[in-house]
């Protein structure tokens, strides 16, 4: 066992990948089989992967999910900010420029507006718990964003780090329910070609929930909601600080 689990850590990243591959496998047999392909594979491995995050930090006492065992300590590599901004910036690659100017103004607008209302609504869940400073409104108003601009505002305002790790625990679970709700919610909202898989990432704006979400839904679409997602955090990571932080000063003080 001991020469098993050398190996495993020696090989991490290749064992990672073998075990999101065989999870991939699963699932898409599980999707075959047991809903006839309603609910696209994808989805079902974003939720297998969450259940098995969950019980690797049960069962370890850890903070790293299954990575904590020491035979899958490859999947920190895999799963961590490296590979994910990759992954996320070589979805740009497949994108269509003439359907990506065909946009226009309500390509941009959507941003805007996600960035707006996605803070607007965090901010006013912190302030119904009982935070009144301008700092953490904007940090977890911002983390209701993505959990990308929650941290880059609080680090920025000077937020707690409490606030600024709850402003990543909104964050993450917004990514969750947009990768799985995504595909179950697509054909009710059109979410069927390019212009409205553009919308729907400048809207919610998570680039990682976007993507999974629409992988699980017709990985065509993934190139054209990733990209203004992307767009999404920088426009937040933007104003969180500065517009949206003076705002808030100038409304509850300081």
């Known amino acids: 066992m001991d020469t098993f689990v050398s190996v495993c850590k020696d090989n991490g990243l290749i064992v990672a990948f073998a075990l999101v591959g065989t999870l991939m496998l699963v699932s898409a047999w599980l999707s075959k089989k047991l809903t006839r392909g309603r609910l696209q594979g994808s989805a079902i491995a974003i939720v297998l992967g969450l259940a098995l995050a969950y019980w690797g930090g049960s069962a370890t006492g850890g903070d790293a999910g299954v990575a904590d065992i020491a ?30 100017k065909g946009a226009g103004a309500a390509g941009a607008l959507s ?31 911002a983390g209701a964003a993505t959990y990308i601009v929650g941290p880059v505002t609080g680090t920025a305002v000077g937020a707690s780090s409490d606030v600024i790790a709850l402003s990543v625990a ?30 729907f990432g400048g809207l919610l704006g998570t680039t990682s929930g976007v993507a999974g979400g629409l992988a699980a839904t017709d990985k065509r679409l993934v190139p054209y909601g990733a990209m203004t997602a992307t767009f999404y955090t920088g426009v937040g990571c ?16 300081g």
């Open 111 to 141: 941003i805007l507006l996600g960035v707006v209302v996605s803070f607007v609504g965090g901010a006013l869940i912190a302030a119904l718990f009982g935070y009144r400073d301008a700092a953490s409104l904007a940090t977890i108003g």
């Open 170 to 199: 909104a964050g993450l679970v917004k990514s969750v329910v947009v990768m799985v709700g995504t595909p179950l919610a697509a054909r009710l909202i059109g979410l069927n070609n390019a212009k409205s898989a553009m919308a």
């Open 71 to 100: 035979a899958l300590s490859g999947m920190s590599l895999m799963g961590g900010a490296m590979l994910r901004d990759f992954a996320i910036v070589s979805t740009a690659y497949g994108v269509d420029l003439k359907e990506l």
């Open 238 to 253: 933007l104003l969180g600080p500065s517009l949206f932080y003076v705002s808030l000063r100038a409304l509850v003080g």
